[in-house]
């Protein structure tokens, strides 16, 4: 099994940036990958960004390119999500997964291990 624990968000103006931090533990030898979805108040949890372990390629929703950034740690085992100019409608709560496989990225239901997720809250 694999822990991810998550750790950042809060609450921030509209043009404010927060971090986000997903730290994973356990059986993490054969990671694959690592994501960041989030999900508003009666809506589906929505793909954000995804980074690949090897090679940290990275693929973001179009609604935040240019404005997140994921990156990743291979010695802490620690993916990253910075997000600058924050707007309101990206309040969430943001939830970091991970998979050992080669998925699509976008597809939620394809990632084995999910953190406990953090809120972030955008005030206009």
């Known amino acids: 099994q694999m822990q991810l624990v998550e750790s950042g968000g809060g609450l921030v103006q509209a043009g404010g940036s927060l971090g986000l931090s997903c730290t994973a533990s356990?059986?993490?030898?054969?990671?694959?990958?690592m994501a960041w979805f989030r999900q508003a108040p009666g809506k589906e949890r929505e793909y954000v960004a995804a980074?690949?372990?090897?090679?940290?390629?990275?693929y973001y929703v179009n609604s935040v390119e240019g404005r997140f950034t994921v990156s990743r740690d291979i010695a802490k085992i620690t993916a990253y999500l910075q997000m600058n100019n924050l707007k309101p409608e990206d309040t969430a709560t943001y939830y970091c997964?991970?998979?050992?496989?080669?998925?699509?990225?976008?597809?939620?239901?394809?990632?084995?291990?999910w953190g406990q997720g953090t809120q972030v809250t955008v005030s206009s």
């Open positions: 997964a991970a998979t050992e496989f080669s998925i699509i990225f976008s597809r939620a239901s394809a990632y084995t291990f």
């Open positions: 356990g059986r993490t030898s054969s990671l694959y990958a």
């Open positions: 980074i690949k372990w090897s090679g940290a390629s990275t």
